[in-house]
């Protein structure tokens, strides 16, 4: 394992850009060293920086991902952060069923409005067939 990872590598290892990063440790989510005018991140930096990309991809605001990720380090620890993650994961699913069934809703709206606009069609058809004889 590596004992320091730079900016270049990080972003390459996990598709960002280096404002991106940049933007995490001005919010405080990792602290690089430096080498003069270098970044230089820890393991645990790097770490940080997958959970919070995970975290984000799941949904997550950058403020739950900070209160999941500083909880692991104090009281109650690993136990205290597994029982928040479960309890936000819980809630980011009710809410994406929520989403769901009112995207399904709106499918079947659309289908229902859909068919009465071909029926309609249908009958303009026939009525102009109907015109023209």
């Given amino acids: 394992m590596q004992r320091y990872y730079t900016i270049t590598q990080l972003t390459q290892e996990f598709d960002i850009t280096t404002r991106t990063l940049r933007f995490y440790e001005a919010q405080g989510l990792v602290t690089p060293s430096r080498r003069g005018r270098q970044r230089l991140y820890t393991p645990g930096d790097r770490t940080r920086i997958k959970l919070i990309l995970r975290g984000k991809r799941l949904g997550f605001s950058l403020s739950e991902i900070?209160?999941?990720?500083?909880?692991?380090?104090?009281?109650?620890?690993?136990?205290?952060?597994?029982?928040?993650?479960?309890?936000?994961?819980?809630?980011?699913?009710?809410?994406?069923?929520?989403?769901?069934?009112?995207?399904?809703?709106?499918?079947?709206?659309?289908?229902?409005?859909?068919?009465g606009a071909k029926a309609r069609m249908a009958q303009l058809g026939a009525d102009v067939a109907s015109e023209d004889a």
């Fill in 66 to 115: 900070r209160e999941m990720i500083e909880m692991y380090g104090s009281a109650p620890g690993e136990a205290g952060q597994l029982r928040l993650l479960l309890g936000k994961i819980s809630a980011r699913r009710e809410e994406l069923l929520e989403k769901q069934r009112d995207i399904e809703l709106t499918l079947l709206e659309l289908d229902e409005v859909e068919n």
